[in-house]
């Protein structure tokens, strides 16, 4: 079955594939009101194993069910078809056997809900929607090999997808409406990828096919494949996804003998490799065969080619063969796919993950005579992908969480164990790292290479080479993967009892403080220091590191000792500030917070005495709103739990300062949808700015817990986090925690600068945390649409069978039906009712979403294109570095040149830009263009904006 199994080193025999239940503990969940004899069926689909005798048996107990389960049935193969990925050859076979085993009519209507599912899949916008699709494609693919379909349907099916991507291109062009001409190509590659991305399921059953017509068919697709591409925009419609910047073959670590293939453009690789398959298809018919798709043909006898056009049946006699021809596939056209503008359609079809860091050698071999094709590696890539999406939802942390366990059991060549290893470990790290966004959350990704390291001894180390080389070219890497692989390696390492080969990096110790690899360093036991304790992590540092990357606090503490921990810098400041005279006394208003703390005043105390005392009327809301959210932090600093404690007492307090000077600016908030506050912009920002000054510089992230807590009680919203960028972010007394300044006095450093991971933090949780809101009010919405087309179906069908009956004049049954159809319509009438009340929540939340988005994306750029003297030279420095073509060698390792705090400001901005443009759509775009337009003086910016521009809207930026 597609030759030797693996265990990424060991051997299994097993064709699991990532059937749900087997051994892993992992049952599929129970459908309600199902009955046992269904349920039955279910599972026995789900866990058939692909071998001969099982699926024969299987087949014949369904063909003697399938009369009066025909429904039934078709759902629960379709399930496992989009659900179980590495089956799809298992269910082609049972399907191809009930097609020789009397059962063609079930196989017929099969046949139609299967093209009529596709379609269906092809006109969502949904990233499940799209690996559905996929899988169904694949899966029709297939059909002409078990004798369902004719090669000639699959070539037309194959052909319409490319036909409607490379239209869609047509049409784009001759409107030239600039960039939202542009939307159509992030789903033109997803339409060319599904076509391309079945051929090594389909390709030998193609090519061998007798049918007329069907080998110039199968090249033409690739013609067309070759006009669309040369229509698209070259490295991609996207050129903010790649993890890494391109460079020299010597920068990937490509060695003298390599294949040159691994092209910059993910859908020119694919298409590369099946096209070089096809042309060496040409001499040797076995090219197209893969260890990860079984050969279905020499496994049954039904399906032996020997026969022509009959089939051989069970007891041996012959049989016509039965095609099915199904009406042609109706794929949506791209306006259809609900995409408003070039940054919302970049984030609906994103880029394909992909990550080559290794040596072509390591993880596939150079495609010689006797080893692995052009198409081994991209099945198995396929293969991961797909596993990790199937079984990534609500995963749980067990010994062994699902997805890890059949991640070690996929059908991989047993040729090379350490070729696979690495080729998992690279593909799972371009996943995590894939930008803008991972598919999946990053925790997952760290959860499952933990796993496959504690359940493969020889895993840990080409999971190790892997990092190393990332190590070695760091320069090329994206700062916000760099963030991204910082994080995962610190909770890699907090489970591996801190072990790490360190040594091998001793020589970051005589790097400059701006060194990228000195820096990435740094922040891989910045991070660490959140889960473990100080001494612990030193001990764990080699001698000659331990003082290079561990963070001096003492030195970072106040200077007087009396708050250590706290950024004492912003301490005094705040202490002058709020000190006023009254009856010629002088009061320190933080020191009486402070006390009044101690003591637990209510919080309508606490704003009676700013009024009784004056300090409201000297010192004006925002200060008062700064000192009590500074007395506040400080009073509970001993732990996350007196902090968010006190945080929630003096709720009200804030609030009301909050409200104070009538700022009339209405937001939604994040507790009650649709209602409206009057909160002061200004205010806002100083609670946000004062939670984040007290911890500058000091503990990691305490100041990103702050302002979360903040966010999460709706003392303050996204708004006045843009506000604070705007007008703190890109302050002189600001600074980035791992930067050049870092060992700069914290007594000059007051706040943040963007350009820290902090600051980063902060401006991408406000946006997350209503955008996460939004999704939860969609998803409440999109159950109660689903239940009502449930509803619709359903009392369409007793309506129908209420007409067959009364036909027959079966009254009785008859009414029956009909009084069920209406018991139902009274459901769906009050189905339709939740779905109006569940619609304006949604709205609104999807709106409160965009603005935040837009908001704090304007405060970025706004405060980008305003930087003068000497930083606006660094940043205009930084943009051409971020155009130019990476270094390559050492000079992206050992030897990289150091990198500014513009640098890193405008890498992260960028990241925040790409990041939220599903959430931000045209209001994005739009603030975009309004910060350009609102900055008087951009001359000599046009990079920077360049870059901007391109974050949001692809390639071109706001040219296009």
């Known amino acids: 079955r597609g030759g030797k199994r693996h265990r990424h080193g060991g051997d299994g025999s097993q064709h699991r594939g990532g059937g749900r239940g087997n051994g892993g503990g992992f049952r599929p969940p129970p459908v309600p009101g199902m009955d046992r004899e269904l349920r039955e069926m279910r599972n026995a689909i789900v866990h058939l194993d692909g071998s001969p005798e099982m699926t024969g048996n299987l087949a014949g107990l369904l063909a003697a069910d399938l009369p009066n389960l025909t429904q039934q049935a078709t759902e629960f193969i379709l399930e496992c078809v989009e659900e179980l990925p590495v089956k799809t050859p298992v269910y082609v076979a049972l399907v191809g056997l009930l097609n020789t085993r009397g059962s063609q009519k079930f196989v017929g209507d099969f046949v139609d809900s299967l093209f009529e599912r596709l379609e269906l899949r092809l006109a969502s916008s949904t990233t499940d929607d799209q690996l559905r699709a996929k899988l169904l494609v694949r899966y029709i693919t297939m059909l002409p090999s078990v004798f369902v379909l004719k090669?000639?349907?699959?070539?037309?099916?194959?052909?319409?997808?490319?036909?409607?991507?490379?239209?869609?291109?047509?049409?784009?062009?001759?409107?030239?409406?600039?960039?939202?001409?542009?939307?159509?190509?992030?789903?033109?590659?997803?339409?060319?990828?599904?076509?391309?991305?079945?051929?090594?399921?389909?390709?030998?059953?193609?090519?061998?096919?007798?049918?007329p017509g069907t080998s110039?068919?199968?090249?033409?697709?690739?013609?067309?494949?070759?006009?669309?591409?040369?229509?698209?925009?070259?490295?991609?419609?996207?050129?903010?996804?790649?993890?890494?910047?391109?460079?020299?073959?010597?920068?990937?670590?490509?060695?003298?003998?390599?294949?040159?293939?691994?092209?910059?453009?993910?859908?020119?690789?694919?298409?590369?490799?099946?096209?070089?398959?096809?042309?060496?298809?040409?001499?040797?018919?076995?090219?197209?065969?893969?260890?990860?798709?079984?050969?279905?043909?020499?496994?049954?006898?039904?399906?032996?080619?020997?026969?022509?056009?009959?089939?051989?049946?069970?007891?041996?006699?012959?049989?016509?063969?039965?095609?099915?021809t199904p009406p042609p596939v109706k794929v949506p056209d791209v306006e259809a796919a609900s995409i408003e503008c070039a940054a919302s359609?970049?984030?609906?079809?994103?880029?394909?993950?992909?990550?080559?860091?290794?040596?072509?050698?390591?993880?596939?071999?150079?495609?010689?005579?006797?080893?692995?094709?052009?198409?081994?590696?991209?099945?198995?890539?396929?293969?991961?992908?797909?596993?990790?999406?199937?079984?990534?939802?609500?995963?749980?942390?067990?010994?062994?969480?699902?997805?890890?366990?059949?991640?070690?059991?996929?059908?991989?060549?047993?040729?090379?164990?350490?070729?696979?290893?690495?080729?998992?470990?690279?593909?799972?790290?371009?996943?995590?790292?894939?930008?803008?966004?991972?598919?999946?959350?990053?925790?997952?990704?760290?959860?499952?290479?933990?796993?496959?390291?504690?359940?493969?001894?020889?895993?840990?180390?080409?999971?190790?080479?892997?990092?190393?080389?990332?190590?070695?070219?760091?320069?090329?890497?994206?700062?916000?993967?760099?963030?991204?692989?910082?994080?995962?390696?610190?909770?890699?390492?907090?489970?591996?009892?801190?072990?790490?080969?360190?040594?091998?990096?001793?020589?970051?110790?005589?790097?400059?403080?701006?060194?990228?690899?000195?820096?990435?360093?740094?922040?891989?036991?910045?991070?660490?220091?959140?889960?473990?304790?100080?001494?612990?992590?030193?001990?764990?540092?080699?001698?000659?590191?331990?003082?290079?990357?561990?963070?001096?606090?003492?030195?970072?503490?106040?200077?007087?000792?009396?708050?250590?921990?706290?950024?004492?810098?912003?301490?005094?400041?705040?202490?002058?500030?709020?000190?006023?005279?009254?009856?010629?006394?002088?009061?320190?208003?933080l020191r009486k917070l402070g006390e009044l703390l101690k003591l637990k005043t209510p919080a309508g105390d606490v704003s009676k005495w700013f009024a009784e005392t004056g300090a409201l009327a000297e010192l004006g809301p925002e200060t008062c709103a700064s000192l009590l959210t500074t007395a506040v932090l400080r009073h509970g600093q001993k732990c996350i739990t007196h902090h968010d404690v006190l945080l929630t007492r003096y709720k009200a307090a804030l609030l009301g300062l909050i409200g104070t000077d009538g700022g009339a600016v209405g937001d939604v908030t994040h507790e009650t949808p649709g209602s409206e506050r009057e909160r002061s912009q200004s205010v806002g920002s100083e609670i946000v700015g004062a939670?984040?000054?007290?911890?500058?510089?000091?503990?990691?992230?305490?100041?990103?817990?702050?302002?979360?807590?903040?966010?999460?009680?709706?003392?303050?919203?996204?708004?006045?986090?843009?506000?604070?960028?705007?007008?703190?972010?890109?302050?002189?007394?600001?600074?980035?925690?791992?930067?050049?300044?870092?060992?700069?006095?914290?007594?000059?450093?007051?706040?943040?600068?963007?350009?820290?991971?902090?600051?980063?933090?902060?401006?991408?949780?406000?946006?997350?945390?209503?955008?996460?809101?939004?999704?939860?009010?969609?998803?409440?919405?999109?159950?109660?649409?689903?239940?009502?087309?449930?509803?619709?179906?359903?009392?369409?069908?007793?309506?129908?069978?209420?007409?067959?009956?009364?036909?027959?004049?079966?009254?009785?049954?008859?009414?029956?039906?009909?009084?069920?159809?209406?018991?139902?319509?009274?459901?769906?009438?009050?189905?339709?009712?939740?779905?109006?009340?569940?619609s304006g929540p949604a709205a609104e939340s999807k709106k409160v979403a965009r603005t935040a988005a837009a908001a704090i994306g304007k405060a970025l750029c706004v405060g980008i294109l305003t930087l003068k003297g000497r930083q606006g030279e660094l940043l205009k420095e930084a943009a051409v570095k971020l155009k130019s073509v990476a270094a390559s060698g050492k000079e992206a390792g050992k030897d990289a040149a150091g990198e500014t705090d513009a640098f890193r400001g405008l890498s992260f901005a960028l990241a925040f830009l790409r990041k939220f443009r599903r959430v931000g759509g045209k209001a994005l775009e739009a603030a975009l263009v309004d910060a350009v337009r609102s900055s008087s003086d951009t001359d000599g910016f046009g990079d920077v904006t360049h870059l901007l521009g391109e974050a949001v809207c692809g390639p071109g930026g706001l040219e296009a």
């Open 151 to 211: 090669a000639s349907v699959v070539i037309d099916t194959l052909d319409s997808l490319l036909c409607c991507a490379s239209d869609a291109a047509d049409v784009a062009k001759s409107a030239q409406k600039g960039g939202s001409a542009f939307a159509w190509q992030p789903r033109g590659d997803f339409l060319v990828k599904c076509a391309l991305a079945a051929t090594p399921w389909c390709g030998a059953s193609l090519v061998s096919s007798t049918e």
């Open 216 to 324: 110039d068919g199968f090249d033409n697709l690739f013609v067309s494949t070759q006009e669309y591409l040369g229509k698209r925009a070259k490295n991609g419609p996207d050129p903010a996804s790649g993890t890494f910047k391109s460079a020299t073959s010597a920068s990937v670590g490509a060695g003298a003998g390599d294949v040159s293939l691994l092209a910059d453009d993910w859908l020119e690789e694919i298409f590369g490799r099946v096209n070089e398959t096809r042309r060496a298809g040409r001499e040797n018919p076995n090219a197209w065969q893969t260890a990860g798709v079984p050969a279905l043909i020499g496994l049954f006898d039904e399906f032996s080619m020997a026969n022509g056009d009959e089939a051989m049946t069970t007891n041996g006699e012959s049989r016509a063969r039965n095609y099915h």
């Open 691 to 838: 939670a984040v000054s007290i911890w500058a510089n000091t503990h990691p992230r305490m100041a990103v817990a702050a302002v979360s807590r903040l966010l999460n009680l709706g003392v303050v919203l996204p708004k006045h986090v843009a506000k604070w960028i705007e007008t703190s972010c890109f302050d002189d007394t600001a600074s980035a925690i791992h930067g050049a300044d870092t060992n700069t006095s914290a007594n000059a450093r007051v706040s943040l600068a963007w350009g820290s991971p902090d600051a980063f933090e902060i401006a991408t949780l406000a946006v997350e945390t209503c955008a996460a809101r939004a999704k939860r009010f969609v998803g409440v919405l999109d159950d109660a649409v689903s239940g009502l087309r449930k509803m619709e179906k359903e009392i369409a069908r007793l309506e129908g069978c209420a007409e067959d009956a009364n036909q027959r004049d079966l009254l009785s049954q008859r009414d029956a039906f009909a009084d069920q159809a209406r018991e139902l319509g009274g459901k769906c009438v009050e189905q339709k009712e939740r779905v109006a009340r569940e």
């Open 345 to 589: 359609a970049m984030a609906t079809f994103p880029a394909r993950p992909r990550l080559r860091i290794l040596s072509q050698k390591m993880t596939e071999g150079l495609w010689e005579a006797g080893d692995w094709g052009p198409l081994e590696r991209f099945v198995a890539e396929e293969y991961i992908a797909d596993t990790l999406a199937a079984f990534e939802p609500g995963f749980r942390r067990g010994a062994v969480i699902p997805a890890a366990e059949q991640l070690g059991t996929l059908p991989l060549p047993g040729d090379h164990p350490e070729r696979c290893q690495f080729l998992v470990a690279e593909t799972l790290f371009g996943e995590m790292l894939s930008l803008p966004r991972s598919p999946h959350e990053p925790v997952f990704y760290h959860v499952v290479v933990q796993d496959l390291c504690s359940q493969i001894p020889t895993f840990p180390k080409m999971m190790a080479k892997v990092v190393g080389q990332m190590f070695t070219q760091i320069a090329r890497m994206d700062y916000e993967a760099r963030d991204r692989l910082a994080n995962w390696m610190a909770h890699h390492l907090s489970c591996f009892d801190l072990a790490w080969p360190w040594r091998s990096w001793e020589h970051v110790k005589d790097q400059e403080s701006d060194h990228p690899q000195l820096v990435f360093c740094k922040s891989v036991v910045a991070k660490l220091l959140r889960s473990c304790f100080q001494k612990r992590v030193f001990d764990s540092l080699p001698e000659n590191l331990q003082k290079v990357l561990m963070p001096d606090y003492a030195a970072l503490s106040s200077t007087n000792g009396e708050s250590p921990g706290l950024n004492g810098a912003w301490l005094e400041k705040v202490t002058k500030n709020g000190t006023f005279e009254k009856d010629g006394e002088p009061i320190d208003t």
